[in-house]
């Protein structure tokens, strides 16, 4: 070992922890005690990563980070919230309409439903913007990795969609039929939630390639539309335009 | 993990896990999101870490991929192995070393090549070996030996550039532009 590996070897060495059974370690420090130069500048350097050491550990830490990283721990522990009263008085008129129809079945487990009950029963599940992720990644690969090994329905997404960053992805099952959730990260710090269903689970799914636009109680703007095998919902608080921005 | 674990596994780390985003994102709002996402996914998946005792560098190289895929969507990693340390090592340390304060050391940190940053961050926050931070880095102990070398070197350089003195020129320029510039119209002139 020359002077140049020993320096190598000591640089990488902590300043705070300096026992090592490191061989190579070992040699460069028994070498630098025979070397007064060497000793000198081993000397100079454990002062200066002592110094840079002991200031980084000074860096101020946000006064908010611990509380958010906690509080976002326990909205993921939430239990699923009860849909808001608007949606509760919307799901029993539906249901008074539906029982002088004798149209039972339509809710019954496994059986395609209408596209508003849909709608009604996925937004909830965003828990006012904070859904529970199983899987969060900036990634597009990595969530639709994910999707594909949950066997989870899997779309098409939009020109404008791929070149936003993920949040993440979750799974759920509604009705007997599995549903994909993918939010986006908007530019203006907001989020879209885009659901993703096989057409064949609901009564009258939206037409191929024709957008429908509309609102939901709790602020939410709304599109769905169809291709070729999926339907899709997508949903924002951030307003229309930023759902237009998205097809 | 029950709640009081995971509310103690965040008082540990998350002050040293903070000051590493903070020298990759070199913003204060992108090293919380790396946080909070790194916390995020220990959250949904952490309890399928078998082995407790690699949680540190779990959280470590969790919040470093994120970081990489966040990047990876702005530009290409770039890809610089070192196959050389520089001949001769610094040898020059910072005058006024004993004045360093907590920002500068993160500035100069900063400052520099995130191939050299990463590895001295990890380095200086004292919670891995150099052997630790090559398996979070995924790179040869080597060459986390020469990156180590050459970034301190670098961290030098970027000491010793923030404390040579301003050119006063700069001063002379300044004063010069709001002497010939008058003041607009309801605007006070400040003397």
């Known amino acids: ?247 | 993990m029950t709640s009081p674990d995971f509310e103690e596994l965040v008082d540990r780390y998350y002050p040293m896990l903070y000051r590493f985003a903070l020298s990759l994102a070199r913003n204060e709002p992108d090293a919380c999101d790396l946080v909070q996402q790194t916390f995020s996914i220990w959250a949904a998946k952490g309890h399928l870490l078998r082995n407790r005792t690699k949680v540190k560098s779990w959280l470590f190289t969790t919040l470093y991929h994120e970081f990489i895929s966040n990047r990876r969507r702005e530009m290409r990693w770039p890809k610089e192995e070192l196959s050389e340390v520089e001949n001769e090592l610094p040898a020059a340390m910072p005058e006024s070393l004993d004045l360093l304060e907590a920002d500068q050391v993160m500035a100069a940190l900063q400052s520099i090549d995130e191939t050299f940053r990463v590895p001295l961050t990890l380095f200086y926050l004292q919670e891995h070996s150099y052997g630790e931070i090559a398996a979070i880095l995924e790179i040869p102990i080597g060459t986390v030996m020469s990156r180590l070398s050459r970034g301190k070197q670098k961290l030098q350089q970027a000491f010793l550039q923030a404390q040579a003195p301003k050119p006063a020129d700069a001063h002379v320029v300044r004063i010069q532009m709001r002497s010939s510039t008058p003041p607009m119209e309801g605007e006070p002139s400040h003397g």
């Open chain 1, 1 to 247: 070992m020359d002077r140049r590996e020993v320096k190598l070897v000591l640089q990488s060495l902590r300043p705070d922890d300096l026992t090592t059974n490191d061989p190579a370690a070992i040699e460069a420090l028994v070498f630098v005690e025979s070397d007064p130069d060497l000793k000198a500048w081993w000397e100079t350097h454990q002062a200066f990563d002592q110094k840079v050491a002991s200031q980084l550990k000074q860096v101020p830490i946000p006064s908010d980070l611990r509380e958010n990283i906690l509080n976002m721990r326990k909205i993921k522990q939430l239990p699923p919230q009860p849909p808001r009263l608007g949606l509760w008085l919307a799901a029993a008129a539906v249901m008074a309409i539906l029982c002088v129809a004798g149209s039972f079945m339509h809710y019954a487990a496994d059986g395609p439903l209408a596209r508003a009950d849909y709608a009604a029963a996925a937004l909830p599940l965003l828990h006012e913007n904070a859904p529970h992720l199983a899987m969060v990644s900036p990634d597009h690969d990595k969530l639709i990795a994910w999707l594909k090994e949950n066997h989870a329905p899997i779309g098409t997404m939009t020109s404008p969609m791929n070149s936003l960053p993920t949040v993440g992805c979750q799974k759920f099952v509604i009705h007997g039929h599995n549903v994909t959730l993918i939010c986006f990260a908007l530019a203006d710090g907001g989020v879209a939630h885009l659901f993703i269903v096989d057409q064949d689970a609901l009564i009258d799914p939206p037409k191929k390639n024709e957008p429908e636009f509309g609102g939901m109680p709790g602020g939410w703007s709304i599109v769905s539309w169809s291709d070729d095998r999926m339907s899709y919902l997508l949903a924002t608080t951030s307003g229309q335009d930023a759902l237009k921005q998205l097809l």
